[in-house]
């Protein structure tokens, strides 16, 4: 992140031990600029949503400092509470209201009334795509549709900052594909923290990503910086006219790849030598299909996160 770049959120050093002595955050630094989104990724149990929890002034830390809107939240949890909303990871509902009620709940915490609270009400579940399911309760929802509702009140509890706990589990496709639309719309005006395991997820919206095992920060940067930390192989996924000549070039050339459902999966050392590959392929047997990564930013998470696992 650029120096000169305003910190809507910092994180000092922050540890958490818990009375049986776990130790689930062990130094954390982290930051946040403003209109910046940046995740947070790692295997279950590596202390994401404690960090969480202690920047949103529900844990208290052990050790450490958390700044967030430039008030020192370690000493007043409450100083920011009208600026933050807040998705959790676990797909909590309140039976006997509808979603539209427990949006509206949000809003007149926030002073929501009159002619502002309809008009905000419903803006929010337009752009959630919620209108056809705002009279339903919460016993009638699907999982997704509770995440979608926990979505909906963070953005009526939100000011300057989201900090959003897995806000796309559970959640088909499609509405993930818009629910990321949203989240890159608000960071014009808005900072977002996300915690999530959706690896295309942060790939896709975050501009810096921090990697936790055990409750350390073992690395971070954007998607190109993470990925380019190991020295790894281009991976290729793509459909040829002709699958058995296709095969035996890439046995000439002593090319790794799989085949699966006319699919065929390569990896190749080097960003080079995939581009002559793919040329090569194209002129003799038509690509009708390709996908590829050069280097690959999952893989790249994988050994980062085997490396320093345990």
């Known amino acids: 992140m650029s120096g000169e770049m305003a910190q809507v959120l910092r994180v000092e050093n922050l540890t958490k031990i818990y009375p049986n002595g776990k130790k689930a955050n062990d130094g954390i630094n982290l930051a946040v600029g403003e209109k910046e989104i940046v995740g947070v990724i790692g295997p279950n149990g590596a202390g994401k949503t404690t960090m969480l929890r202690q920047i949103l002034g529900l844990l208290k830390p052990t050790d450490g400092k958390i700044t967030l809107l430039g008030k020192d939240i370690t000493k007043d949890p409450l100083a920011v509470k009208g600026e933050v909303g807040y998705e959790p990871q676990y797909p909590l509902y309140y039976p006997s209201l509808t979603i539209e009620e427990e949006i509206g709940f949000a809003l007149r915490f926030k002073g929501y009334k009159g002619e502002g609270y309809k008009k905000k009400l419903d803006a929010i579940i ?22 979608l509702s926990l979505l909906a009140v963070a953005l009526a509890q939100g000011g300057q900052f989201l900090i959003l706990d897995e806000p796309t589990s559970m959640v088909d496709i499609v509405t993930k594909m818009h629910i990321w639309e949203i989240f890159s719309e608000l960071s014009e005006e808005q900072s977002i923290l996300i915690a999530s395991h959706d690896m ?31 020295k790894l192989p281009c991976t290729m996924r ?23 459902n006319g699919v065929f999966n390569l990896s190749v050392d080097n960003l080079s030598s995939a581009m002559e590959l793919i040329g090569d392929i194209n002129s003799s047997f038509c690509i009708t299909y390709i996908e590829m990564e050069a280097p690959s930013f999952d893989e790249a998470v994988m050994r980062l996160i085997g490396d320093n696992h345990g």
Request: with cysteine.
């Open 126 to 147: 337009e752009l959630l795509n919620l209108g056809d399911v705002r009279k339903y309760f919460g016993y009638q929802l699907s999982p997704g549709l509770v995440k």
């Open 200 to 230: 295309n997820e942060v790939k896709r919206l975050c501009d810096r990503i921090y990697i936790l095992v055990d409750g350390r920060i073992i690395a971070q940067g954007s998607p190109e910086e993470i990925s380019n930390m190991l």
């Open 238 to 260: 793509l459909t040829v006219s002709n699958i058995d000549c296709t095969e035996n070039l890439l046995e000439e050339r002593q090319v790794k790849y799989s085949l699966q």
